[in-house]
């Protein structure tokens, strides 16, 4: 009997080649076996007579390898032509260029194949699938659902399934069910074992999809238990608030505007997190411009007001150093000094930032990375605010809550996460959504243009300046490509201020200047100085200049959807109109469909779930730094509805205990999530 934790060398056959070479699709124990699921099944139960296939649809077909024959259709073209007898007639299968198949496809041989269906009176089949039956133990694989497996030259599909098979045939000890028969009874789940053997050899369709329902939302079940383990058993205690909000009053009332609906439903959620003893962790996501400082600054002010200190950390030293001006100018009315840290700051300057930290006179720190250093030590940290969180890893965070005692957190971003992502990468943490921008805001407008539109381009921006407004060029590069021939931000630079603008000042910025470089330029297009700022995407998140009016993105297709809508958001601040040009001309499909979405909407979180669903969730946000495991089965795009099955089912399970003797097995696998989250403190 094996058992799930053996390595897959204790099956026939594997010696250490093709065990090395298993592990490269993450296959290196009997579980890893069972887990490396099929990405799609053919149905060889009732294959259509030849005469029944229709020109265009994907068939199947069943027969015995008459002849094998290369032909040339034209230069530089070869095909290789197969003759295949079925019970009803022949059929051609047909490959282009594919010159290793002709030796392994030899007559008298059986073949199952699968392809498109072309023209002619005898059927012809456009391979895009094939598999030899080369003894008696395929045909018991044949005249059924037949599942088809990623594989490498020396671990096939049909390698693979064998081995699967040898493990059902052997048996396997700790594939037992790990969910109480009443959650089976409630949401009308296949039992474990069952559902990995009907996911691997179905009896029939309805069982594929009841075996995928149950692994779904496994998956789903024990990411959302894992990401929550240690609010839910741990259950730190935190800070209890004081409720006075006399600070955050004052600080309102000199507010020159109003805030908006959703930020007062945002700060009265803090408010109440904050004045419970449980720690606060709380996201808040909020579209480019919506308002999320001012829900910042209460959480800050908050803290500050009952006698403990706060801290902002930011990505980038720009982002902080805008925070931190912006602050500056805001709370010092009240009587608070915040202070800035990042690494740009001399020795003597840091130093005195780490003594007014660690003494509790600086009420309110600012920063990049540089607040996470062992040097900095806070005398009564309170609350934490982090800004563009997927620009930080879990190691991050986590090292910014300990420098107190489980103080509040609340993570801020302006990528809009679509909610089931959101589910599943911070389910930890309670959601609040800014949907609403402030008034007077306007739409940008935006298009997207071709090579042949340029001129018309410059002409409208001289337009815009001789008005009195500003514009960003952004790049995709900094450097030369000897694989793209794309005009990188410096060349542009130098075209626009030597050929097309001499009359006006153009700037240059990108990621590998100097800290204190990129702070003087934006000093200066802030201020005026600069009409034109060429940048690469260092301006993406968080800088604000309101006299910017207009961003052109230059080759736009080679940035994702999300990108794109960060950097149209740093044009529109103001209450005049705004305009984004995308200078495109993608060639693919999807490059048009990107473009598409960016001019018809603006709306952040329907450009976050197109981007979904193009890109699907692994690429949107990578998992790695969030220290999830990557999704085996369930998609997110497709399988919300067995989410939201899976966190009414996690929060059932916590409201009985997940401490409690039934749910042993599942607390174990919710713990491999937890503690692979808790590693990457430590790496």
Known sequence: MLQVTDAVTELKGIGRQRAADLCKLGISTIEDLLHHYPYRYEDRSCLKPLRDMQEGDTET???TIVQAQDIYPRRGLKMLRVTVRCADGN????????????????PGLQIVATGK?????????????????????????FQRIVPIYRGTEKNSSKAIRRLIQQVFETGVESMTEYLPDAHLQQYHLLEYGQAVRQIHFPDDWQQLNWARHRLVLDEFLILLLGMQLHSLIEKKQGIAHAATEQLAARFFAQLPFSLTNAQKKVILEIKKDMEQEQAMKRLVQGDVGSGKTMVAVYTLLKAVSGGYQAVLMAPTEI???????????????????????TGSLTKKERESVYAAIADGSCPIAIGTHALIQKQVQ?????????DEQHRFGVRQRLALENKGRAPDVLVMTATPIPRSLALTLYGDMDLSIIDELPPGRQTIKTYCIGESKRQGLYGFLDEQIRAGYQVYIVCPLVEESEKMDLENATHLADHLAVNVYPQYTVGLLHGKMKPKEKAEIMEQFRSGAIQILVSTTVIEVGVDVPNANVMVIENAERFGLAQLHQLRGRVGRGASQAHCFLVAEPKT????????VMVKSSDGFVIAEEDLLLRGAGEVLGTRQHGLPDLKIADLVHDIKILEQSKQLAAQICQSGLEQPQYRQLREKAEAVYQRRLLLQEE
Not at 119 to 137: A, C, N, P, Y
Request: proline share 2%.
């Open 91 to 106: 059929a051609v299968l047909v490959w282009f260029n594919q010159n290793h198949l002709k030796s392994k496809l030899q």
């Open 589 to 596: 499909e999807e490059g048009k469909r990107r473009m598409a």
């Open 117 to 141: 269906v072309g023209k002619g009176h005898v059927r012809q089949i456009s391979v895009t699938d094939f598999e030899l039956l080369e003894d008696e133990d395929d045909l018991s694989n």
């Open 319 to 341: 982002l902080a150093e805008q925070h931190y001006l912006n602050l500056k100018k805001m709370l010092e009315p009240l009587g608070i000094a915040p202070m800035l840290l």
């Open 61 to 63: 077909l069943w027969g």
């Open 378 to 386: 806070f005398a009564n940290l309170g609350a934490v605010v982090i």
